[in-house]
Each structure stands twice: as structure tokens, then as C-alpha cells.
């Protein structure tokens, strides 16, 4: 089975899929890390291809074997990140990786095409948003950082993003969108879990 979680950044898209994966006993996948691991090795070396890159995801994040957990949550790769996902050659190495590893098992899958372009046919799509504020402020907590800026890093972002012409940000029809502002990532995670035992039922596997 898989559960798509897609929306913009700050939407509470990593921690509900983690923890909603830890509630369902799925893999948890971060697609975003993927991106940021392209973006760090662009960031040292402009010409590296993105195939060349051995990207390792688990608890840490492995790039070429180094631990880069910490380092691809840097602003300079994160903005990096939202760049290098608008090159349709990283999107095509990157969705073949993600195809490939969820081809087997019960997985939640993180990131913003999973249920439009990586896993059409998941069994569960669900898009967060949040007030675009509230998402900033997240961010901002998150990282220490002031809120202004994280804001206006955001829209320019959530631009990016959006407007792309390979997978741009978007919920798919069949997804169930949920507004995570004032709701707790408990609330959250109950809701979705709810729902993927709602789908469950409905397709007699329990
Ligand atoms: O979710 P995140 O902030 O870690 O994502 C980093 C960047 O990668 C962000 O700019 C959006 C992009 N991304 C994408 O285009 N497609 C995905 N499936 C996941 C992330």
C-alpha cells in the first residue's frame, strides 16, 4: 500500500508522514531529501550528474557515504533544492529511484508529485496545507531563523515550485486536502491513519 502525502513546505508534510509510517508500521520516504542530496553535490561540484549520486535514506541521509543529515537542511540547499527539482533530467533519475522503491512493501511517500506523478495509483493521496503564515512560522521555529524572512523565502519557493513545467506542485484530483493549521501533528496523523483504515476496510484487508 502506499499513502502519498503532497504540499508545499511547512505544510507538517515530514513530520505526519513519519509519523503516520511509524503508526502503520510502513517505510517512511522522503523525496525531498533526494533533492537536497542533488543539490549539496551540485552546490560542490556544478557538473556533477544526478545519476552518478549514490543516495543512501534512512534514519540518516547518506550521500557518496557521508552522513549529510544535517548539512542538506542548510537555507543555501534548500534553495539550491528548489532549483535543481525544476531540471527535468534530475526529476526523471530521481522518479525512477522513487518508482523503483515503491514498487515492493507499504510505504508513505513525502514529497509534491508523489500522487500526481510517482505513485498515481496510491491507494491513499493526501495534500497538507497550511496558512502560508503559519507555515513560515513553523520554519522559523524550526530553524531558528527570523520569520520575515522564511516567509518571503517561502512564496518565492511556493512560486518555484508551482509554476515549473516538469511535476509542478499540485494536489492530485483524488486527493483529500487537509488544512493542518491549529491542528496538532497528532490530529493530523489520526486523521490520515483513520483514513487508510477506511480505505482498508473498504477493500476487505483486514
Ligand atoms: O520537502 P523539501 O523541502 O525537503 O523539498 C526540497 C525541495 O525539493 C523543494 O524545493 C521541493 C522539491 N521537491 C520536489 O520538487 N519534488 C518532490 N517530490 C520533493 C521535493
Known sequence: MIVAIDGP?????????????????FTYLDTGAMYR?????RLEDPSCAASSLEIGLGERILLGGEDVTEA???????????????????????AERQRAL??????????RDIGTVIAPDAELKVFLTADPKERARRR????????????AEQAERDARDGRRAHSPLRAADDAV?????GL????????VVAMVDERRDAEGCR
Open 9 to 25: 513546505a511547512g505544510a507538517g508534510k515530514s513530520t505526519v508522514a513519519r509519523g503516520c509510517a511509524e503508526a502503520l508500521g
Open 177 to 181: 486536502e487537509l488544512d493542518t493549521s
Open 72 to 94: 542538506i537542511r542548510e537555507p543555501r540547499v534548500t534553495e539550491e533544492a528548489s532549483r535543481v527539482a525544476a531540471d527535468p533530467e534530475v526529476r526523471a533519475v530521481m
Open 140 to 151: 522559523a521555529e524550526q530553524t531558528g531563523r527570523p520569520v520575515e524572512e522564511v516567509f
Open 37 to 41: 542530496c542533488v543539490a549539496l553535490a
Open 184 to 191: 496538532t501533528v497528532a490530529e493530523v496523523c489520526d486523521r
Open 102 to 111: 515503491l514498487a515492493a512493501g507499504d510505504w508513505v511517500a513525502e514529497g
